[in-house]
Structure formats: structure tokens, C-alpha cells
């Protein structure tokens, strides 16, 4: 009898420290608000499977009529989120893999149609679904978009650097696509993944090796050493304990039993994601016959001329972007997109938690990469006659946090500033809301 009164008061007690704790840590009770479990970092094969497929033009692609899923809805929900990826409107790739209601090509219905396309990689592909909406609002206040429909038409995409979004937008150019205006949002992923690539042994014109390498994985298990098998094998086995466990977690309703859940959560998804670190530093086999050939350096490059080659590739891709529109009478204008490793605002401790970390293994290449960006936009775009606009800074003063994650992308505020800037840009840009008239360069 005394043995079972013991264990009742110890259970109780256990239950109501569990409970104070939740409280302090969440400001919830967890009765009414019991834990969901955090989405899990992707996998190398989460990358492939089911969603993305290789492309022969562009490298990788989403798979055409797949439902769009990413960790960073769940985190832009909490700052209210946009009704396009609200619960039950979910959207959909198009018949290329872009995040897009439309099929390509779209044709124009009227005249008062006006195309933007929007280029880039994830910061672009989320501008797409979530600062879209407010740039259109923003053109709408001038004169020239009033009695028009403006149509965002997304071909970003995560990972994409150049000269892929040349190449893309010289394929649906060939297929009749039209626009009237070109947005790219990029820079990012120019000098964050190129060093990857070169790192490992691939030329920077290739595309990620972060993106393509699961691909040429799947295709040619040959190039799998047994130490990726054996990383790939650890992560998968931590990740099928990690979504059981998720599933535990959002059924229990005892509090006592959450402190323990989830403290063996956080362990395993420690050390899961340590071993997503050692997988991706691995280097895969030479594999001579694989199927899917990826082109080495194509000159050596110190670490002085690899930012300088980056830039310089970047610069004349976009050049050509430039040319290619001008030619067909469309405008083109150039956004550098904010970074938090290159930046001069004040991050408060919350979000320097969200946002910062010094083993980003993208923060060196953006800390130096981005200098030479900028000098090859006064060299190199000048020159080219290329609509450019330095968003460097353009998230340092807003009070509100801005970066989503610890790599690149914006919260539902930081998406509606950089909107209000690229609007200004564009408006800022000779077009014919401005009375100018695209002409091509000499």
C-alpha cells in the first residue's frame, strides 16, 4: 500500500514539474497545447525522392503535379501564413517541376496581361509564393499597372545558380514563352555553392553538387564509397527513429512522458544530423561510367581567382539575360539578394539563434564572395547596360526578424521588404511604365 501511494505522489510530482517546465519553455499549458515535433532536415535522397528528377537542361527539376512541400511553411505559419500556402491550397509544380499555377508556356489571354517572370533559386522560389503577391500590389499603385493584370510566372528553383537561370530562360524563350518583364533574385547561391563544387572537384559552371550529386548517387550507385553506404545507412536508421518518435510525441497527453520524449528526441536528431553533416562531406567515387557526366574544373583556381571566376561567370550570365530580353522587348533588372553573413544589422539574441551559426558551411563563401560580386556589378553589369540593384542592406533596419533559418531565407516580413524593394527597382528601371521603350544594346 505504501509502495503504491509512493509511486502515485511521484508521478503527480513528476507530472506537475513536467508541466511547470513546459510552461516556462513554451508559455503554454500542455494540455491544450501539446508538443509537435520539429520537421526533420532533409535527407540526400529526400532531395531526389520522390519529388525532384534530373533534367537535361537544367540540371534538376521538381517532378511535374507534386504537392510542394517544405520545413519553411511550417515556420512562415507562424507569422501568419500567405493564403497560397494555407492548409488545403497547397500548390502544385507545373508540367516542368516549377512552383506554378500555370503550364508553360502561357500564352497571353489579353493585352492587359503583363508576364513578370521571377529567377533565382529558394529565396526566389519562396518570392514566388510569398512576396509575389505584395510586389504585384505595389506595381498596382503606379499609374501604368492599374488596368492591367500582372502575373508572376515562378522558374526559380533551390539550388539553381548561374549560368543555370541563363539557361533556362534561353530554353522557354525557344519555346515561346513570353514576358514583359525578368526579376532575378540571385547571388547567393553563386558563391555559396560554386566553392562546394570546386571543392569537390566539379567546375563552377556545374550545377550544386549539393543538389546533383543524390541525383548521380541514385543513377550510378557506383560512385556510393562504403563510407557514404554506411553514413547514408546511419541517417536513414536515426531518421525512421526520429518520425516514430515524432508520432509518440503528438499523441501523448501525459506531460512527464514529453520531458522524456523529447529529451531522447533532441539526442537522436543530434546525432542524426551529425551524420548528415559527415555524409555530405564525404566525397563520392570517380566513377568513370557513371551515366550522368558532370564536367571538372576547367582551370585551376586559387582561392583569390575561384571568387573572381564566380563573379565573372555570374556577371556574364546576366549580361546575356539582359540581351536575350532586350532583344524580344522585355526589361531586366538584377537583385542581389540580403544575406545575414554579409550584412551590418543588429540581430537580437532570438534571432541570432535562428539565424546565425559559424559552421554554415555557406558563410565563408558568402562573407567573400560578396564583395566580389559587388565589384564585378560595377564592372561587368555597368558595362553591360544590366538594370542592377545591391539588396545588401535592405533587411538591416526593419525591428521585426527578418531570416527564417540559419541559411538564406526570409520570414513573412523580410519577404514583403525585399518585395517593396524590388518594386521600386522595377519601377525605378526604364520600362514602359515610365514612358521608355525597350530597345536592344548595341
Same mark, same amino acid.
Given at each position: 500500500? @505504501?509502495?503504491?501511494?509512493?509511486?502515485?505522489?511521484?508521478?503527480?510530482?513528476?507530472?506537475?514539474?513536467?508541466?511547470?517546465?513546459?510552461?516556462?519553455?513554451?508559455?503554454?499549458? &500542455?494540455?491544450?497545447?501539446?508538443?509537435?515535433?520539429?520537421?526533420?532536415?532533409?535527407?540526400?535522397?529526400?532531395?531526389?525522392?520522390?519529388?525532384?528528377?534530373?533534367?537535361?537542361?537544367?540540371?534538376?527539376?521538381?517532378?511535374?503535379?507534386?504537392?510542394?512541400?517544405? *520545413?519553411?511553411?511550417?515556420?512562415?505559419?507562424?507569422?501568419?501564413?500567405?493564403?497560397?500556402?494555407?492548409?488545403?491550397? @497547397?500548390?502544385?509544380?507545373?508540367? &516542368?517541376?516549377?512552383?506554378?499555377?500555370?503550364?508553360?508556356?502561357?500564352?497571353?489571354?489579353?493585352?492587359?496581361?503583363?508576364?513578370?517572370?521571377?529567377?533565382?533559386?529558394?529565396? $526566389?522560389?519562396?518570392?514566388?509564393?510569398?512576396?509575389?503577391?505584395?510586389?504585384?500590389?505595389?506595381?498596382? *499603385?503606379?499609374?501604368?499597372?492599374?488596368?492591367?493584370?500582372?502575373?508572376?510566372?515562378?522558374?526559380?528553383?533551390?539550388?539553381?545558380?548561374?549560368?543555370?537561370?541563363?539557361?533556362?530562360?534561353?530554353?522557354?524563350?525557344?519555346?515561346?514563352?513570353?514576358?514583359?518583364?525578368?526579376?532575378?533574385?540571385? $547571388? &547567393?547561391?553563386?558563391?555559396?555553392?560554386?566553392?562546394?563544387?570546386?571543392?569537390?572537384?566539379?567546375?563552377?559552371?556545374?550545377?550544386?553538387?549539393?543538389?546533383?550529386? $543524390?541525383?548521380?548517387?541514385?543513377?550510378?550507385?557506383?560512385?556510393?564509397?562504403?563510407?557514404?553506404?554506411?553514413?547514408?545507412?546511419?541517417?536513414?536508421?536515426?531518421?525512421?527513429?526520429?518520425?516514430?518518435?515524432?508520432?509518440?510525441?503528438?499523441?501523448?497527453?501525459?506531460?512527464?512522458?514529453?520531458?522524456?520524449?523529447?529529451?531522447?528526441?533532441?539526442?537522436?536528431?543530434?546525432?542524426? *544530423?551529425?551524420?548528415?553533416?559527415?555524409?555530405?562531406?564525404?566525397?563520392?567515387?570517380?566513377?568513370?561510367?557513371?551515366?550522368?557526366?558532370?564536367?571538372?574544373?576547367?582551370?585551376? @583556381?586559387?582561392?583569390?581567382?575561384?571568387?573572381?571566376?564566380?563573379?565573372?561567370?555570374?556577371?556574364?550570365?546576366?549580361?546575356?539575360?539582359?540581351?536575350?530580353?532586350?532583344?524580344?522587348?522585355?526589361?531586366?533588372?538584377?537583385?542581389?539578394?540580403?544575406?545575414?553573413?554579409?550584412?551590418? @544589422?543588429?540581430?537580437?539574441?532570438?534571432?541570432?539563434?535562428?539565424?546565425?551559426?559559424?559552421?554554415?558551411?555557406?558563410?565563408?563563401?558568402? *562573407?567573400?564572395?560578396?564583395?566580389?560580386?559587388?565589384?564585378?556589378?560595377?564592372?561587368?553589369?555597368?558595362?553591360?547596360?544590366?538594370? &542592377?540593384?545591391?539588396?545588401?542592406?535592405?533587411?538591416?533596419?526593419?525591428?521585426?526578424?527578418?531570416?527564417?533559418?540559419?541559411?538564406?531565407?526570409?520570414?513573412?516580413?523580410?519577404?514583403?521588404?525585399?518585395?517593396?524593394?524590388?518594386?521600386?527597382?522595377?519601377? $525605378?528601371?526604364?520600362?514602359?511604365?515610365?514612358?521608355?521603350?525597350?530597345?536592344?544594346?548595341?
Amino acid at each position: 500500500m @505504501r509502495l503504491a501511494i509512493g509511486v502515485a505522489i511521484f508521478v503527480v510530482c513528476a507530472e506537475l514539474l513536467a508541466l511547470g517546465a513546459y510552461l516556462v519553455e513554451t508559455g503554454r499549458l &500542455f494540455y491544450a497545447h501539446p508538443r509537435t515535433a520539429a520537421a526533420l532536415p532533409l535527407t540526400p535522397e529526400d532531395r531526389v525522392t520522390p519529388a525532384v528528377q534530373v533534367h537535361p537542361y537544367f540540371g534538376f527539376a521538381h517532378r511535374p503535379g507534386v504537392d510542394f512541400r517544405d *520545413e519553411r511553411a511550417e515556420l512562415l505559419a507562424r507569422d501568419g501564413l500567405p493564403s497560397v500556402l494555407a492548409p488545403g491550397s @497547397r500548390p502544385r509544380t507545373n508540367n &516542368f517541376g516549377f512552383i506554378s499555377p500555370h503550364a508553360y508556356p502561357l500564352a497571353k489571354r489579353s493585352e492587359d496581361q503583363f508576364f513578370v517572370g521571377i529567377f533565382g533559386g529558394s529565396v $526566389g522560389m519562396w518570392f514566388c509564393q510569398v512576396g509575389a503577391p505584395r510586389l504585384v500590389e505595389r506595381l498596382k *499603385e503606379q499609374a501604368f499597372f492599374r488596368g492591367r493584370e500582372v502575373v508572376p510566372l515562378c522558374f526559380a528553383y533551390s539550388g539553381y545558380k548561374q549560368p543555370q537561370l541563363a539557361l533556362v530562360l534561353a530554353y522557354f524563350l525557344s519555346i515561346g514563352q513570353v514576358f514583359d518583364l525578368v526579376v532575378n533574385i540571385d $547571388g &547567393f547561391n553563386d558563391v555559396a555553392l560554386a566553392p562546394l563544387n570546386d571543392a569537390r572537384g566539379l567546375d563552377i559552371s556545374m550545377p550544386s553538387v549539393q543538389h546533383i550529386e $543524390g541525383l548521380v548517387n541514385l543513377v550510378s550507385q557506383s560512385t556510393l564509397t562504403p563510407e557514404k553506404l554506411d553514413a547514408l545507412a546511419g541517417v536513414f536508421r536515426d531518421r525512421a527513429r526520429l518520425i516514430d518518435l515524432s508520432g509518440r510525441i503528438e499523441r501523448n497527453r501525459v506531460a512527464a512522458l514529453d520531458v522524456v520524449f523529447n529529451a531522447y528526441y533532441r539526442w537522436v536528431l543530434g546525432r542524426y *544530423e551529425r551524420e548528415l553533416g559527415r555524409y555530405a562531406e564525404l566525397p563520392s567515387s570517380d566513377a568513370q561510367n557513371a551515366l550522368i557526366g558532370l564536367t571538372p574544373p576547367v582551370a585551376p @583556381r586559387t582561392p583569390d581567382r575561384l571568387y573572381a571566376d564566380i563573379a565573372d561567370q555570374w556577371a556574364r550570365s546576366s549580361v546575356l539575360m539582359r540581351e536575350m530580353l532586350n532583344r524580344r522587348g522585355a526589361a531586366y533588372v538584377h537583385v542581389l539578394q540580403p544575406n545575414q553573413y554579409y550584412t551590418k @544589422r543588429r540581430f537580437n539574441d532570438a534571432e541570432a539563434a535562428t539565424a546565425l551559426t559559424d559552421t554554415s558551411p555557406y558563410k565563408q563563401g558568402v *562573407e567573400q564572395g560578396y564583395p566580389v560580386l559587388q565589384a564585378a556589378a560595377r564592372s561587368v553589369l555597368q558595362e553591360g547596360g544590366v538594370s &542592377f540593384f545591391d539588396a545588401t542592406d535592405v533587411l538591416d533596419r526593419e525591428p521585426a526578424p527578418v531570416y527564417l533559418d540559419d541559411c538564406c531565407h526570409y520570414t513573412l516580413v523580410g519577404n514583403r521588404v525585399f518585395a517593396d524593394f524590388v518594386a521600386a527597382s522595377i519601377l $525605378g528601371t526604364p520600362g514602359p511604365w515610365n514612358g521608355s521603350v525597350i530597345r536592344p544594346a548595341p
